[in-house]
């Protein structure tokens, strides 16, 4: 069994964890938990997202976070745009990558942008467009890959035309997402050996929710099909608003723990991640979602 020497993470909890939390984080607070966030090693940091706060009222401070925040050179600081409009702010704020969303659940992708997927992918092409001519660089989400909170069968081949529509885009990285944590090492597998036959996978970076305890064993599996990009959040923040009981993403906490212990590199600090997860429970008024901090907090 030959593993990956190092992997990238890429941290989701500031957009993709924040924007469930139902109470307001103060702005000064995401600011400095995002300024400790840097401190860690981390390469890539979803800090926000640019879309309506009558949509998301967690995050609709999203200019202000990206005024204040201490940026570092070295760090790939980014966010999620559904639209022109949001793509004006994050142009104006200077974002270094532009998220793209959608998903492979028709039922899904109604209910969260209220579009089919082909009126999604037509409205994301001028998105694309506008990032482009401002040399912003896209990356492109696609959500239940692994299942539908909906029950609604997603097809592969759905997630293949959205690929190619993403890369015709000039999409660089593409994030597949077991949104609601039911996906399985067997499936996980048998997914990517598909698409591997016909994409370089360095184009993807997973994205695991942990809702029935498999996410790194998931992870575990796309290792050994030489996956080196994932997506996790500190402390495990997140969920889905259309899957109850659906719990948040794989914990960079312990993700980073079980990459270490497993010898694969990950540039990321334990101790001052253990930091940046204490200043989140602080914020959040809670103990996070994290097996390996709740251990560490002992």
């Not at 022109?84 to 994050?90: D, N, P, R, S």
């Not at 037509?122 to 506008?130: D, G, I, S, Y």
């Not at 993807?204 to 942990?210: S, V």
């Not at 998931?218 to 659906?246: H, W």
């Amino acid at each position: 069994m030959t593993l990956p020497k190092a992997v990238e993470i890429r941290e989701v909890g500031p957009r993709d964890g924040l924007q469930n939390e139902k109470v307001f984080i103060p702005t000064d607070l995401k600011v400095q938990w995002i300024d400790l966030i840097s401190k860690t090693g981390v390469r890539h940091v979803e800090v926000s997202s640019f879309v309506s706060p009558k949509w998301i009222p967690a995050l609709a401070d999203h200019n202000e976070v990206f005024e204040q925040i201490t940026r570092d050179e070295k760090i790939t600081y980014a966010a999620l745009v559904p639209n022109l409009k949001g793509m004006e702010g994050a142009i104006k704020q200077k974002v270094d990558e532009v998220a793209l969303f959608i998903s492979a659940s028709e039922e899904h992708n109604k209910s969260n942008v209220n579009a089919s997927i082909d009126e999604s992918l037509q409205n994301l092409k001028a998105v694309a467009a506008a990032a482009n001519d401002a040399g912003i660089p896209l990356r492109g989400y696609i959500s239940t890959v692994f299942g539908s909170p909906f029950g609604d069968e997603v097809q592969l081949q759905t997630v293949k035309r959205i690929i190619d529509a993403y890369i015709e885009m000039g999409v660089s990285e593409i994030s597949l997402g077991d949104t609601i944590g039911v996906a399985d090492p067997v499936q996980v597998k048998a997914i990517l050996l598909e698409l591997l036959t016909d994409y370089d996978r360095e184009l993807f970076a997973l994205h695991f929710h942990d809702t029935y305890g498999r996410a790194l064993a998931n992870i575990f599996a796309a290792l050994e099909m030489g996956i080196t990009k994932y997506d996790s959040a500190i402390g495990g923040l997140g969920g889905c608003p259309y899957a109850p009981g659906a719990s948040g993403n794989v914990s960079t906490n312990d993700l980073v723990n079980f990459l270490h212990r497993l010898g694969v590199e990950t540039n990321i600090d334990e101790e001052k991640l253990f930091t940046a997860t204490q200043f989140l429970q602080q914020a959040i008024n809670r103990q996070p979602d994290s097996k390996v901090y709740k251990v560490q907090s002992q």
